[in-house]
């Protein structure tokens, strides 16, 4: 009987170690030729418009790996019927890093990639910040804080060139909040970064009626020497009380071969901390505005008593000042192409609603009433803004459309329901309508719910001189 046993039992052990190995075999199989997510039935962005017939979507690892009518194998469905998919959208001048709620009200903005544009340390990124990374992010070196090490001339010029390969895509000039960057200055960074593919981001010298196109022309000079300039903002600084004659000089200059490109965001007020030289001299004559066009957070419109006092006091309040006319930002939101910058980090000190919900508002403002179609907006903010800074960020070059072997950055939105909520009364009130967000195929906001993930999902996109 024990050997009779004995032989039945091998038989039966090998049989089922065969068939645990085909298991085996099976699972692996299964993973490795299937998606890990796969949006079913979803209209998607195809160039500038929404395609007319539904596909399915699939992401495998940090990529699209398919796109067709096939309903293929996945490990996770997502039906997308009545939904719209588009590319992550960049917001290119986020002038901060950003706290976990920060990039969660990004995020339900659309947004999967932000360019912290206006200046850092030579090798910052999110992590020594003790940032979210839960978006994708480009690093920037200032001049500002190069010069308050009072370095100068060669000094200087050698300091930005080190701090390059660290990672950064752009050098950051702001003349108007920095007096020791003169006219003489930029020109000589632009003459010695001249024809070396380092994209100066310039906010301009002048935020007035009488000289802001002063401002205009010193950016296009340092594209005539030779250097690819980005205008920060350019309905508050730069062309806020002549959009048309501002808009032709850069035009101008950009069909003669220089490369010059600008920013808005589309709102009628900027903020400032008080302490700013924007507040200094005359500076609600240089702006066309009185008192009643000008408030902090929780105080409503400010008297100059107010200001005065807030002025005198050390600690430092962000002042919103609405003095941008309507007109400006519906002339760049209609009649150009340009991208949105934020210029906010969407956290409780920067008291503005451009943070949270530019990119929702562009869509309510000029999208929802007919101005530009919703596949145009989608597109300018998404494959056209990656084209424009992939020379000087490469990774940008496989990011912004929706194609196989580009990376997953996705949104799916509910066009329905699309929202910004985000007001100057409550600035951090996140939009809504975005049904799902994937950065680099990693899910941040499902059915209009952020989620938790154990590893960051997204990458620091680094510049051209990156080592």
């Known amino acids: 009987m024990n050997r009779l046993h004995s032989r039945i039992v091998r038989p039966a052990r090998g049989i089922v170690c065969i068939l645990?190995?085909?298991?085996?075999?099976?699972?692996?199989?299964?993973?490795?030729?299937?998606?890990?997510?796969?949006?079913?039935?979803?209209?998607?962005?195809?160039?500038?418009?929404?395609?007319?017939?539904?596909?399915?979507?699939?992401?495998?690892?940090?990529?699209?790996?398919?796109?067709?009518?096939?309903?293929?194998?996945?490990?996770?469905?997502?039906?997308?019927?009545g939904l719209t998919l588009t590319p992550g959208l960049i917001d290119v001048n986020s002038c901060g890093w950003l706290s976990e709620n920060a990039a969660n009200l990004k995020l339900k903005d659309g947004i999967t990639t932000f360019l912290n544009a206006h200046g850092d340390s030579f090798d910052s990124d999110a992590r020594k910040n003790k940032a979210s990374e839960k978006l994708n992010y480009a690093t920037s070196v200032g001049l500002i804080p190069v010069q308050a090490n009072h370095l100068a001339g060669a000094k200087m010029m050698s300091a930005l060139e080190k701090s390059l390969p660290y990672g950064a895509y752009t050098i950051s000039i702001s003349p108007e909040y920095n007096a020791e960057t003169t006219p003489e200055v930029v020109v000589e960074l632009s003459n010695y970064f001249a024809h070396k593919n380092v994209l100066f981001s310039f906010h301009l010298r002048y935020s007035s009626e009488r000289d802001e196109l002063t401002g205009v022309k010193e950016a296009i000079d340092c594209a005539g020497r030779g250097v690819p300039v980005h205008i920060l903002h350019i309905t508050s600084t730069g062309a806020t009380f002549h959009p048309e004659e501002a808009r032709q000089l850069i035009d101008t200059a950009a069909q003669q071969g220089l490369r010059i490109s600008y920013d808005f965001y589309p709102y009628t007020a900027w903020s400032s901390s008080i302490h700013r030289a924007r507040f200094t001299g005359d500076w609600l004559e240089r702006y066309r505005i009185d008192f009643s066009n000008v408030r902090v957070l929780g105080e409503g419109a400010l008297t100059r008593e107010r200001f005065d006092e807030l002025s005198r006091n050390p600690a430092a309040r962000n002042v919103i000042v609405d003095s941008i006319p309507q007109a400006t930002v519906d002339y760049f939101a209609v009649n150009t192409t340009c991208p949105i910058g934020t210029d906010s980090e969407a956290n409780w000190t920067t008291i503005h609603p451009r943070g949270a919900g530019s990119f929702t508002k562009f869509v309510?403002?000029?999208?929802?009433?007919?101005?530009?179609?919703?596949?145009?907006?989608?597109?300018?903010?998404?494959t056209a803004t990656a084209r424009l800074f992939a020379p000087y960020i490469p990774d940008l070059s496989r990011r912004g459309s929706i194609e196989v072997g580009y990376a997953a950055d996705l949104v799916l939105w509910d066009r329905a329901n699309l929202k910004s909520r985000a007001d100057f009364d409550h600035p951090l009130q996140p939009s809504s309508g975005v049904f799902a967000v994937f950065v680099n195929g990693v899910p941040q906001i499902v059915d209009g719910h952020p989620v938790s993930t154990q590893a960051p999902s997204g990458r620091h996109l680094k510049g051209v001189w990156a080592k």
């Open 364 to 382: 309510n403002d000029y999208a929802d009433t007919g101005r530009i179609s919703f596949g145009q907006a989608m597109y300018r903010f998404s």
């Open 20 to 81: 645990g190995a085909l298991a085996i075999i099976t699972v692996v199989w299964w993973y490795r030729t299937s998606c890990g997510f796969l949006i079913t039935d979803v209209r998607y962005l195809q160039g500038d418009r929404i395609s007319e017939q539904a596909v399915n979507i699939g992401i495998t690892g940090d990529r699209i790996s398919y796109i067709g009518k096939k309903r293929v194998r996945a490990r996770t469905i997502i039906p997308g019927a």
